[in-house]
């Protein structure tokens, strides 16, 4: 990631780029995750869309702001 948008900054360098998709964040507390886990721990999902356009985020320390945008076609 570093390379392909010209970016130089260890800390990314450190840890490498994983894409994903956050399911729940900060409304889901760690003993409803516990008591969720098991029911959801082998479960398969699959799915498909249609993208118009990429943003990567970067965390400043306190919160996530547009690094980048890209356009996927159009």
């Known amino acids: 990631m570093g390379l392909l ?3 130089k900054e260890t800390t990314a360098q450190a840890r490498p780029f994983v894409p994903h998709i ?3 964040f900060r409304d889901l507390t760690p003993a ?4 969720a886990w098991p029911q ?8 498909s869309f249609t ?4 943003t990567l985020l ?3 320390g306190k919160r996530w702001q547009v690094f980048a945008q890209f356009s996927m076609g159009e």
């Open 5 to 7: 948008l010209n970016r």
């Open 22 to 24: 956050t399911v729940a």
């Open 32 to 35: 409803h995750f516990r008591a």
């Open 40 to 47: 959801f721990k082998t479960r398969f999902f699959q799915s």
């Open 51 to 54: 993208a118009s356009a990429l």
């Open 58 to 60: 970067l965390h400043d």
